[in-house]
């Protein structure tokens, strides 16, 4: 194939304007009052709730679905946000299926459960929209805090202190807050700006101070922030991304799923990004759905995800492995490339087939086979970039920050959480979690200081 014909393989405006409006959509619309009326009354409002044990927030559910029963919206608002200040990002993107509402009695029944999700949002949808402040701070303790890291762990962590009184300096890598919300999510869940808006909301509350474009390492140290502040979190998430280990990786046409998510996130048309004809996606996880979906919504003709193992071992869930399906998407299991074909371009990948040898190791089974592409996406996992973190003693266990269950790392006055901690499971809910119980943690530490 000539080397014209694979760069028109890659282009832009492959839908018109109306069809990528629609694909990019709101991908559950809210709920109308009297949808939301009936979703509330399905609730058993059951003793110790399973739904809010398997929250990793400990959000009181039926508590605040009772609210919306009796049209307290506000106050069902507040009962949401004081557990999970991202209450209204976690409504539109936690992976409730796995999570509160797979824990929900109403499966036993009815194979249904309550829709908490939706109902979440509905309550915290018009705190975003009118800006209504539901917090107030208490006396000031005249301590300071920096926070690392503007994503979901930072903020939460920021929020919570500047509740208990101590003000937060956020210093942020990158030139918007919030983090993945901001850069990762996938565009049709968080339509409309909302991350923007959610972090616009968090810091209304006063006494936190966001630095963005100021990064650990470049722009100061570790050791700096111990001597200047009273205590410092750690909110990096997980910046650097894993290789796939193979020949011409830097071959025109092969690329991280996670920065193209970015362009998808940040792009003011979306008709104007480049997509190929045909997409190669490697990975199993929630990356991986979420580049092939955009993907195929942007106009692509096929694309395909290659899994090195079976379908209960992705890191994507049973509703996220469907969405994919559902739009298009075909995902292989049991492969893994090896060996990227193309000579200006990327046009072929090579994958082996894969089976567990009696150890339960994978392994190549001596079959191979071939998909044709034009783009090929790495989504096989991120990893925390040490670097701004060598030489400060700060101890690290498989690539990532070691925390007591409160958020404190092995060095003093420095608490951790979110992706970049050792333990969790790379979900904005559980970043959130993190970031509020070090900041308890850390007003206690503060105060017995
Ligand atoms: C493509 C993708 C899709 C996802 N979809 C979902 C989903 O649908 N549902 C879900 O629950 N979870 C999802 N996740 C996971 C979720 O986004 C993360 O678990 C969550 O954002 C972690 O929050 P965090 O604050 O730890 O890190 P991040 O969100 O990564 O934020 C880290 C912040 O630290 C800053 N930073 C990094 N290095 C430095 C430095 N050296 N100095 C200063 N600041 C720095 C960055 O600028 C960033 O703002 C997804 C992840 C990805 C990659
Ligand atoms: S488990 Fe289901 S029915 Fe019971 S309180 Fe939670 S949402 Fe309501």
Redesign the pocket.
């Known amino acids: 194939m000539g080397r014209a014909r694979q760069q028109a393989d890659v282009r832009s405006h492959r839908l018109d304007e109306a069809e990528i409006a629609r694909n990019f959509g709101d991908l559950h619309p809210p709920l109308h009052r009297s949808e939301a009326l009936i979703a509330a009354d399905r609730c058993y409002f059951c003793f110790d709730a399973p739904c809010t044990t398997a929250c990793p927030t400990d959000i009181d559910i039926p508590g605040f679905i009772q609210k919306i029963r009796s049209d307290n919206l506000q106050g069902s608002a507040k009962t949401i946000l004081q557990e999970n200040i991202m209450g209204g990002m976690?409504a539109r993107?936690?992976?409730t299926e796995v999570l509160c509402e797979e824990a929900c009695v109403r499966n036993t029944h009815e194979e249904q459960p309550v829709a908490i999700g939706l109902l979440q949002r509905y309550a915290t949808d018009p705190v975003f929209a009118s800006g209504t402040q539901l917090f107030s701070r208490a006396p000031s303790s005249g301590k300071k805090v920096a926070i690392?890291?503007?994503?979901?762990?930072?903020?939460s962590c920021a929020h919570r202190l500047a509740v208990l009184g101590h003000d937060a300096v956020v210093?942020?890598?990158?030139a918007k807050?919030?983090?993945?919300?901001?850069y990762?999510?996938?565009a049709y869940?968080t339509i409309d700006d909302f991350a923007q808006k959610e972090v616009a909301w968090i810091l209304s509350i006063g006494g936190i101070e966001l630095r963005n474009e100021?990064?650990?390492?470049p722009d100061f140290t570790l050791e700096q922030l111990r001597d200047e502040y009273d205590a410092v979190f750690l909110?990096?998430?997980?910046?650097a991304t894993n290789a796939l280990g193979l020949d011409h990786e830097d071959l025109p046409g092969v690329g991280d799923?996670?920065e193209y998510?970015a362009g998808i996130r940040q792009a003011e048309d979306l008709a104007e990004l480049p997509v190929g004809r045909r997409v190669v996606v490697v990975g199993g996880g929630?990356?991986a759905i979420?580049?092939a979906v955009q993907s195929k919504r942007l106009g692509a003709e096929t694309v395909d995800i290659v899994y090195r193992r079976g379908p209960e071992q992705m890191g994507a869930s049973q509703y996220e492995q469907d969405l994919a399906q559902t739009n298009g998407v075909t995902i292989h299991h049991w492969a893994a490339p090896v060996e990227l074909l193309g000579d200006k371009h990327v046009t072929t990948v090579r994958f082996a087939r894969t089976e567990l040898d009696g150890n339960g190791r994978l392994k190549s089974c001596g079959d191979e086979f071939e998909l044709q592409a034009d783009t090929v996406f790495k989504a096989i996992g991120?990893a925390l970039?040490n670097h701004?973190l060598d030489g400060q003693g700060l101890d690290l266990e498989a690539g990532r920050i070691v925390v007591s269950a409160s958020g404190k790392t092995s060095l003093d006055n420095v608490w951790a959480?979110?992706?970049?901690v050792l333990g969790?499971d790379?979900?904005?809910?559980?970043?959130v979690q993190?970031?509020k119980l070090a900041a308890i943690d850390i007003d206690r530490h503060l105060r017995e200081a």
């Open positions: 976690c993107v936690c992976p690392v890291g503007g994503g979901p762990a930072g903020l210093f942020n890598r990158d807050p919030g983090g993945l919300n901001e990762g999510i996938a869940k100021q990064a650990l390492g909110g990096l998430g997980l910046a799923a996670i998510i929630m990356t979420d580049i991120q970039d701004p959480g979110g992706d970049c969790g790379d979900l904005t809910v559980t970043a993190h970031g």
